[in-house]
């Protein structure tokens, strides 16, 4: 009999489509919950287990705490026992701030702080001399052997390189008892009223004392006050002067460089932080990139006149006051608001784009009488500027339309102050280092104590320690291509969770439940292992992890594997399976069927030869990629493989698809740089279908999503009934006042908010969850409200509306793709990614292709089971019999193996990447040696 100890039980859970399920799951092992896409499996895992833990460990707040935290909703369970503190690693998790980074989600660039803080050796920015600081003990020792029997004027240095007549500055000194000052390198006396050129740069020193240096008792006290009294004033900076040669030497408390005099304080970790204002470039405060203004995208054609509206931002001329600017502008520069702005005199542009204080007069030929004209224009560029920097989001994206980002011009894009990046530790900058792959920084970080004096090892040993463990957790989890400076939104699902994955091994927690949303996601075969690796070590210290995942080689792996099915929505949601893997093989399920072999995605007889046309994309060199050449066959199914960080996504969606994006639609996404690109003439338009959500609210559903309910709603604005009645289209939606219900505004639920305890949805009194109010549901199409329609599955919905075309196509498809179970108005947030995504791919399928059609598919095999990537293959296979090319970036095996071509990048990832390794045929790739893909695929093809 198993005890809490040894197992998680959990009793009658009804979460979503579960159907009052009861499951037994072992702890510290690693379980593998698997099944079709949308049959549960994230119901059980997160909506049940990962909440019920999340309520319990907020329920032990007191409840005033609480009352800060919010509620969590208590699952619909009856009961869950042996549950143990529980974190969940999802793909939805990481950071969108630009602030966010691999460096600081791995805590990798706090360690780093920390060393160059401690150990790091600075370096003058102006001569490059490594920086030097003293004690006021040894800055007199040093006086009295450099200096001995000279004459020498000791000074306190309180401006450097500033304008200005300092005139109070000079008071100011003299009240203090001082008598002379040094400026601009000449000694002179203190005079009342005394003052520079305001207009032009000074340097300023206080005399503090005139000596001359000998062995004597005295003369060794009065420089040791002397020094101190010039520290005081010269900000722990002081000057000697021998007064024969007049050559200047500094001495400083702090890092100062011996021959500028230039000064660093003592470094803390903050001045190696981009988030701190000691650390951060003052220009970009610490982003790294600036908004521009571009003055392309505010004079789009520049053979329009202003009048006609040549100025993007105002448009053509109309009644306001800064057409009156213009007019203005054009009298004083002699043109008229009809004249091309590629006429306009050059100064003329100049002010309208930046703007300007001017008096003028004109003379009138008519009258003889000359009118005054005042110019005090602020400039249309800087405008936008203003705008951009303004509080409303919506002035924000518009001033955004006309800007460029740019990287930062004053820091490099490295994020930090001028002075933070001279401070090295074997040669190198924090800025080079976060520069580096993980491969790179792991080689580095292992051989550093060998060249680091034994006082810095002795400083930096446990530093060291620190961040060769966490970096080598990164590179057990296959993220080697990644580098600290990585923002973390620029980060797909799967990297995002193996980060996090990385820094929970890191913490080295014992006892605690993990839960994994698909950790392979965008993971090639050959770092699987690693991966799987990891998560068998997070097991073996004491930990139970439960993974969600379809993947073949984790499975096999598992000690224990749950099943949930047999299909998906309303017919999933049933334990048809559980015990180890050689015990799921033996059964009769969709998952051991794919498993043992006896179904499988099959190869294609006969690979597609295309049209004989092509496009060529040459020169491609955006991140990692080194001078690409790449021609893409039409007319055929393409994959794009290697491993992770090979350089995939930078050739295709972010060079490839902005190209042609910008070609047919007039996309704005500037592609990567490239040289040239040859055959658009072969093709009409591009769908790029991508892994974001298709909605974050309640009230988003796949018939919204579609379209299809703004045809459904037409459909019911034209029964007779509603036109006797006068009811539009919008009487029919429930996100507008009219038709819907005014209780509960079309939500069909209401919140009851119980104080300390979670929150209760309950249906709402008024139209009992329709949505709508009673004279809109009156209205009846074959016998079915507006209500009864969204509550069909779109199995039920495709014979419904089998005779309406519109509706018909864009349902038929839906249903193509393996979603008939879910129903039209099934709230977004609860469509699982894989269902997301098909819902995506089902919207563009449904729109009339043209055979010319260039389709981009990221991965589309994202949460899909084993059936559900057969489906999805025969309808893309359908595609592509048309005559469409289907680009697919995909590391799953069962796609790859059935493509028509595919082109490898690689041989690495990261630096090590970025090259066309093979292309071909499968059977032509898997001769390719060097190719890891390739060694896979023949054992797939074999």
Known sequence: MTTYEDSIEVRGARVHNLKNIDVTIPREKLVVITGLSGSGKSSLAFDTIYAEGQRRYIETFSAYARQFLGSLERPDVDKIDGLSPVIAIEQKTTSKSPRSTVGTITEIYDFLRLLFARAADAYSYETGDKMVSYSDEQIKDLILESFKGKRINILAPVIRSRKGHY????????????????????????????????YKTHDIEIVIDRLKIDDSKDNEKRLMESINTAMYHGDDVLMVIDQDTNEPRYFSRNLMCPSSGISYPNPEPNNFSFNSPKGACPKCNGIGELYVVNEKKLVPDDSLSIKNGALAPHGPQKKSWIFKQFDTIAQRFDFSLDTAWKDIPEDAKQMIFYGGKEKFTVESKLLGVARNYDIDFEGVANFIESQYKSNSTSLVRWAKDFMDKVECPKCNGSRLRKESLYFKVDDKSIADLVKMDIIELGEWIEHLPERLTDKQNKISGEIIKEIKSRVQFLLDVGLTYLSLNRSSKSLSGGEAQRIRLATQIGSQLVGVLYILDEPSIGLHQRDNEKLINSLVSLRDVGNSVIVVEHDKDMIERADHVIDIGPFAGKHGGEIISEGTPAELQKQDTLTAKYLNGKKEIGIPKKRRSGNGKKLVLKGCTGNNLKNVSVEFPLGQMI????????????????????????????????????KSIKGLEHLDKVIDINQSPIGRTPRSNPATYTKTFDEIRKLFAQIPEAMIRGYKPGRFSFNVAGGRCETCQGGGLKVIEMNFLPDVYVECETCQGKRFNRETLEIRYKGKSISDVLDMTIDEAVDFFEHIPKIFRKLKTIKDVGLGYITLGQQSTTLSGGEAQRIKLATELSKRDTGNTFYILDEPTTGLHFEDINVLMKVLNKLADKGNTVLIIEHNLDVIKTVDYIIDIGYEGGKGGGQVVAKGTPEELIKNKKSYTAKFLKKELN
């Open 167 to 198: 005139r109070e500055l000079f008071e100011q000194i003299a009240k203090q008892g001082f008598v002379k000052v040094r400026t601009d390198g000449e000694i002179v006396d203190l005079e009342k009223g005394m003052k520079l050129d305001r």
């Open 639 to 674: 994959g794009v493989t290697g491993v992770s960080g090979s350089g995939k996504s930078t050739l295709i969606n972010e060079t490839l698809y902005p190209i042609l994006n910008a070609h047919y639609f007039n996309g704005v996404k500037k592609p990567m740089p490239y």
